[in-house]
């Protein structure tokens, strides 16, 4: 029957389930969530070998900002909203279709 589902193998093994898909497929998503978030990370100068230390400095380095570190993150928020609230304005203005 066209409707009908059928179920494979891996539906039914508990490491799947537990992991929420296959071993291979989540160690791969894993691996590269955890490049992506290293990344950004060095990007803030953190350094993996002395996380605590890495905190202290750069909340240190954001305390010496002062109201810097406010300008600084509007400037960004500014950044970010001339490219997203234009996007979004347009997906709203011609019908893209909503997420229900």
Not at 21 to 47: C, E, K, N, Q, Y
Not at 64 to 84: C, K, M, Q
Request: net charge positive; glycine share 10%.
């Amino acid at each position: 029957m066209p409707n009908d589902t059928r179920k494979f193998p891996a539906d039914n093994d508990s490491l799947s389930r537990f992991l929420g898909g296959s071993p291979l497929g989540v160690a791969f998503r894993l691996i590269l969530l955890s490049t992506l978030v290293g990344v950004m990370l060095a990007a803030i100068g953190f350094d993996p070998w002395n996380i605590v230390q890495s905190i202290r400095l750069l909340v240190e380095r954001v305390w010496n900002l002062g109201f810097d570190a406010i300008n600084g993150l509007w400037r960004y928020f500014l950044l970010g909203a001339v490219v997203v609230v234009p996007i979004w304005l347009l997906s709203r203005v011609f019908g893209a279709p909503r997420g229900r």
